[in-house]
């Protein structure tokens, strides 16, 4: 075991901690949180329930989505997505929205990605009906890109930009870093100065090797942590199937007050809808502009291919994952919210960074601690990899594609040793608050946009029952002339001579130039 160090920040962040948790309460309590779920009915009514109609189409639109015709496969997109979901959102963020508000913050978190669907699908599509191609055979895209391209608003979108490479460069990075040193250091005893030393050897070189680099290590890491989270879960599952029907009652009376034993740390309703939404937000990330940035890199004959692989994404995170979390910490034992009150606010935050460990270790044996501390290893370090992605996508639009963005490389590294020695409510309480920000630009942009994305959805059904009745060979979206939607999309990404692809047609290269782009 290493000697317990506290590291030189510890204290600092007490005070800064206390007024961002101010601020995040207002912003989630006052309007964003009703603002997601509004925006969510509203999308899964315009799609007619998409999330639930086309549900099959998401998961063939998985199964086929490999070939990226030499740049970034959907498949690659929605790892990379997929490894910036699922992270300490699901293990760390689960067990901090129980701890905080009770069972019934997990019913908040099913609202949130259940009409979160509908809206990461919206969002999803946007960004490949805007996206621009970039110099090392790949495209860009995301909010920052249809608030720009769609909205003609460059201020808007540069302000965009700006705050999500903040959220992606540096805040999220600290949590994410700040979850591997809690575990580290709970786990084996590991001082959070030298898991800042380790995380900045690891991550300092996948991040100066750029996206592509990050898109080789996504594609078969996000599948493999998730799996074997995956089997231990199961496992739990299957050892107390008969206290699942118990623990699912306390997450319905918990999420509405309905009893008072189920309430968590800062009690009741309010506590439990509030803290389930944010730790939803910050787990499946729909409505939040981050996964369009991924969602846009990707090659695919039709938008609303990628709007479909990005939407099953939040199912996978938040109703699959984050479920099989809060069973976890639900039937173990180890919490208790009588216990998690008693313990006080200071010491129950701390301990929700290692009590989805702990209460595997209660039903599976102590030496399955270790396994966790791997997973939740692999699981942050993945999240730092796929938030690298967003954070230059955005860099690119700012500063123009002919930079390597050095500074911005250096940020994240030093933003994991920051968040490795940070304190837990410090990081995710900065991460709450410009989280918010970010996904209350972004929410009104695709609102504004959403016809765009319900006639790329029109045109691909129109077309799928052409395929089905075997009077066309394929699906493939074509922009020019295109009757279901609301006007000229801008750019020739989408022309009848390039429709989607990479290569530009000979004679027209006009989105290769950075002021283009711009």
Known sequence: ???????????????????????????????????????????????????????????????????????????????????????????????????????????????????????????????????????????????????????????????????????????????????????????????????????????????????????????????????????????????????????????????????????????????????????????????????????????VAHPVQQGFVQSLGVFVDTIVVCTATALIVLLSGVYTPEGTRAMGEAAAKDAASTLTSSSVGAVLGGWTEYLMAAIIFVFAYSSLLGNYTYAEVNMDFLRGTGHRHYALRAMIVVATGIGAMASLTFVWNLSDVVMGLMAVINIVAIVLLGKWAFGALADWEAQKRLLDTGQISEIRFVAEDNPHLPGALPGDVWSRANAGRIEPAADDDRERDPQYVQ
């Open 1 to 299: 075991m290493f000697p317990v160090v506290l590291p030189p920040t510890a204290g600092l962040f007490d005070r800064p901690a206390e007024l961002l948790e101010q601020a995040s309460g207002h912003l989630y309590g006052d309007f964003l949180a009703w603002l997601l779920i509004a925006a969510g009915i509203w999308f899964t009514v315009r799609t007619r329930g998409v999330q639930v109609r086309l549900f099959g189409q998401m998961l063939r639109a998985i199964a086929g989505s490999r070939d990226g015709d030499g740049g970034i496969s959907s498949f690659q997109a929605f790892t990379i997505g997929l490894a910036s979901r699922v992270g300490t959102g699901n293990i760390v963020g689960v067990a901090l929205a129980i701890t905080l508000g009770g069972p019934g913050a997990v019913f908040w978190m099913w609202v949130v990605a259940i009409v979160g669907m509908a809206t990461g699908f919206i969002e999803a599509t946007l960004a490949q009906m805007y996206k621009v191609r970039h110099p090392e055979g790949t495209f860009r895209g995301g909010p920052a890109y249809y608030i720009s391209r769609g909205l003609g608003s460059k201020q808007w979108a540069s302000v965009f930009a700006v705050v999500i490479t903040f959220v992606f460069g540096f805040a999220y990075e600290a949590t994410q870093a700040n979850a591997i040193s809690g575990v580290m250091k709970g786990t084996f005893g590991v001082p959070p100065v030298w898991t800042a030393v380790i995380l900045i050897l690891l991550t300092a070189p996948v991040v100066f090797g750029g996206i592509t680099v990050v898109a080789r290590i996504a594609e078969w890491m996000a599948p493999i942590m998730a799996g074997f989270y995956a089997l231990l879960a199961v496992i739990v599952l299957l050892l107390n199937a008969h206290a699942i029907p118990a623990a699912l009652v306390s997450i319905f009376e918990g999420a509405f007050g309905l009893d008072q034993a189920f309430a968590g740390l800062l009690g009741g309703f309010t506590a439990a809808a509030l803290n389930g939404i944010k730790r939803g937000l910050f787990s499946n990330e729909a409505g939040e502009g981050s996964v369009p940035n991924a969602a846009a890199t990707a090659t």
